[in-house]
């Protein structure tokens, strides 16, 4: 019987997971201020960043001793020495609810697997889906607020473009979306808000282990699920927990990730407007406005690792298990490795950011996020003439602390 599995949404309709994943406070104004300090003091901060910005523990890793790496040397060294650091710190969170993910795996069983995952992400793939995909989304949404000649862009755009690519690359029915969207940003909430994070990995993992089963039972040619789920490995198949958590990850990792990068780029754009007018005139700034946003405000606040064995970072001593947090924007701001690191400048000379981290565990989707923002920025630039700030409504400030963006992009356009 080949009946399509159904999902299922949070139990409480009044329940909003955007919002509740937004954790308030760590405002542009105060967050890279006292990052910058606290790295002149020492480019290693022994001690928990979330309850020294006045958050709760992450209730994940309450029990560890922490530490946040802020320097861009002793990033890169901890995110580059997979014989020294251990990305088994990510069992703690990504571990429960992603399951047995390739990003808390450390090599060779994270080179074995993510090699498989990377042909999905291959050149040929990419470029296909920005043709056939990526422009549909984009401007179907767009289609919904261009006639008023205003919008808010996080709540209309940018918060929904990435997550439509996926469900459509997924090939899952429509009639899911909403409730796959919730379930899948509300995975995070595990850190703060045990009860609906768990529903959300309960419920989604359900939902995408009769997915896979289904599509095995009943492949569809080309379809990235099937593509995926019949996969071999050394000339078996990958085993259902690895398959389940991959799709798991995907929602976020690559929904947050051009949905949070998206909307910091916008963000800044919006409060230079000089350098938003200069991208207007000239489209071969569209890439560097991106990388220099993402190099500005990094969407994503913390790599995590463990050291497999005691070693010193800048005269802090490390003991395996205790949690390091890699902190990216900070490193992304380090005078160190950035000429004038606390301004926004797309004429910057080139450098390798560390939005999407460095080594081994580099972000497997960058390529696809980065077609992503560009082609989001060129259609809103095509389609919405004269595209500029509201001037009705104060200037958009980033904020968050595990995933960083501002809360409202409000513009107006002929």
């Known amino acids: 019987m080949n009946t399509l599995p159904t999902i299922e949404d949070f139990r409480d309709p009044t329940f909003n997971p955007f919002t509740a994943a937004k954790e308030p406070g760590c405002e542009d104004r105060v967050f890279h201020p006292e990052l910058k300090r606290l790295r002149e003091l020492n480019p290693v901060f022994d001690g928990d960043l979330r309850p020294h910005f006045g958050l709760p523990p992450d209730l994940t890793m309450r029990e560890l001793r922490h530490v946040a790496v802020l320097g861009h040397r002793e990033a890169k060294e901890a995110l580059l020495d997979g014989e020294t650091y251990s990305n088994v710190a990510y069992k703690h969170n990504l571990g429960v609810y992603f399951g047995r993910s390739i990003t808390t795996m450390d090599n060779p069983e994270h080179g074995r697997f993510r090699r498989l995952f990377q042909q999905a992400f291959g050149p040929n793939s990419i470029a296909a889906w920005g043709v056939e995909i990526i422009p549909r989304v984009i401007n179907a949404l767009i289609d919904e607020f261009e006639p008023r000649g205003q919008a808010e862009l996080v709540n209309e755009f940018t918060l929904h473009f990435p997550f439509r690519f996926i469900h459509e690359l997924m090939a899952l029915p429509a009639g899911d979306r909403d409730a796959f969207h919730r379930l899948a940003f509300g995975q995070i909430l595990i850190m703060f808000d045990h009860e609906h994070g768990m529903e959300a990995v309960d ?6 282990t009769r997915t896979v089963r289904h599509r095995r ?14 996969a071999e490995v050394d000339g078996e198949r990958l085993p259902d927990e690895v398959v389940i958590s991959f799709f798991r990850q995907l929602m976020n990792a690559g929904g947050d990730t051009s949905y949070n990068g998206f909307s910091t780029v916008m963000a800044a754009l919006l409060q230079h407007p000089d350098q938003l007018e200069a991208v207007k005139r000239d489209r071969r700034l569209v890439p560097k406005a991106i990388e220099e946003g993402l190099r500005w405000n990094a969407p994503v606040t913390m790599l995590a690792r463990t050291p497999k ?8 001593v490390i003991d395996p298990g205790d949690h390091m947090g890699v902190i990216l924007p900070a490193a992304n701001r380090d005078p160190a490795a950035f000429d004038r690191p606390d301004e926004f400048d797309i004429t910057r000379a080139t450098r390798t950011h560390a939005a999407f981290g460095y080594g081994a565990h580099l972000c497997i989707g960058q390529h696809l996020a980065r077609l992503e923002m560009s082609q989001a920025l060129n259609a809103l630039l095509d389609r919405l003439p004269r595209l500029r700030r509201d001037e009705e409504h104060p200037l958009p400030e980033v904020s968050g602390f595990v995933l960083r963006s501002p809360s409202s992009l409000h513009v107006r356009f002929d």
């Open 217 to 230: 039972e009943h492949p569809i040619p080309q379809d990235f699920i099937s593509i995926i789920a019949t």
């Open 309 to 316: 064995r005691r070693v010193k970072l800048a005269d802090v």
């Open 203 to 208: 419920k989604l993992r359900d939902y995408l």
